[in-house]
């Protein structure tokens, strides 16, 4: 059930995930709080990318995180021994999910990754 604002939605997706690569803590959490943030100031300049603003806070904390030299997330599922991350596809659209960035193959919809199938 999606909560009545979208960008606390979002919040949560995001923070799901990242438990579910155990990277949930307080500096983690603090990134997510700024990156919806400045996604509330953005939605409130155009209404209508609040249909994207999932995967775009999603995008904002994996750019935030790497900006600090960590990856986020991980794949765990492809057989590639080098370790590299998941992109969140579409880039600019509803239902965002996550892909790995080498085989293409898609893992998970936001939100849900660690979750059996």
Known sequence: ?????????????????????????AHT?????ECVAQRRWWVSQWEEGIAYVDGLVAQDVQDALF??????PLCSECADPVEHSLSIEP??????HWVCSESGAL??????????A
Do not use: K, Y
Not at 29 to 33: D, H, P, Q, T, Y
């Open 29 to 33: 959490v603090s990134l997510v709080e």
């Open 67 to 72: 900006d600090e030299s960590r990856r986020w």
């Open 107 to 116: 893992i998970a919809a936001l939100g849900t990754l660690g979750r059996s």
């Open 1 to 25: 059930m999606m909560s009545a604002d979208p960008l606390l939605h979002a919040r949560a997706l995001v923070l799901s995930d990242l438990t579910a690569q155990g990277l949930v803590d």
């Open 91 to 96: 880039e600019l659209g509803p239902d965002p």
